[in-house]
Structure formats: C-alpha cells, structure tokens
C-alpha cells in the first residue's frame, strides 16, 4: 500500500502536535521543519479541521492543537480522511476509471481485502502509539 504524500504529511503534522499537546503549532513551523511548501501544508492542515481532528486559532498565539486528546484519534480515521477521494486503484473510484478488465479481474477483490486489512491494523492504533518526542531546543 502507498499513501499519498498528503496522508504522510498529515501524519507528520498530527504526530508533532501530539508530541507536545498543550503547544499551538504554526503551518510555518511544519513547513521549515519538513522542507515543504507551506500552502500544502495549509490544505492539509484545514482537512485535519474539517475532519474534527485539529482546531485552529489566529493571531499572535494562534496555530493548530489537537481537537481531542491523541489517544482517542485512531490512525486508520485518520488516513481514510486524508486519502479520501484517491483510490487504491483506477477501478476503485465511483466511476470506476477506464480499466478494460472490469468484470473479469479477480485481481479487484484481492486488493479490496488488502486495503481493508491494511486499513484494521491502523484502527489498532493511536495517534497516541506514533506521537514523536519533543524536538529538543537548537
């Protein structure tokens, strides 16, 4: 299985926030910390928003925290959120892309059963499992 490089970096951001629960982070500090365009960074953190798993807040003490304490964030939420509307494969999307296999692969129900495997290990775990130590002062 691959995840997109929004779903990782999505993952990055949720387990610095909850390597220090009580601190607000800035996208600007994600982007000088992963060498990433801070933009990307703003789209996925307001997934992370709408998804109910960050808050944000403005102004001089404003940032991201997290929205519920990490233990209660499941990874495998957390990825169907961010991956949501990229498919595994082609044929996996609603429209069911341009595959001209389609009613004679039975390689479709093999990948349907790895990604659904895949995705109940990840319910087996919290943010809280993954949060990353403290990144110790320059």
């Given at each position: ?45 307001q997934?992370l ?22 233990e ?43 990604e ?19 990144l110790?002062?320059?």
């Amino acid at each position: 299985m691959r995840l997109t490089s929004f779903t990782d970096y999505g993952l990055r951001m949720l387990m610095r926030m909850a390597s220090e629960p009580e601190r607000a982070f800035t996208t600007a500090e994600f982007a000088a910390e992963f060498v990433l365009s801070r933009n990307h960074l703003a789209k996925i953190m307001q997934r992370l928003s709408r998804g109910g798993l960050v808050e944000t807040r403005r102004g001089g003490r404003g940032g991201a925290v997290l929205a519920q304490p990490a233990e209660r964030i499941v990874l495998g939420n957390v990825v169907r959120l961010l991956e949501d509307g990229h498919s595994l494969v082609e044929c996996f999307t609603p429209e069911g892309g341009t595959c001209t296999l389609n009613g004679r692969c039975r390689l479709k129900a093999r990948l349907r059963s790895a990604e659904a495997a895949f995705l109940a290990d990840l319910d087996k775990a919290t943010l809280a499992d993954v949060a990353l130590a403290p990144l110790s002062p320059a």
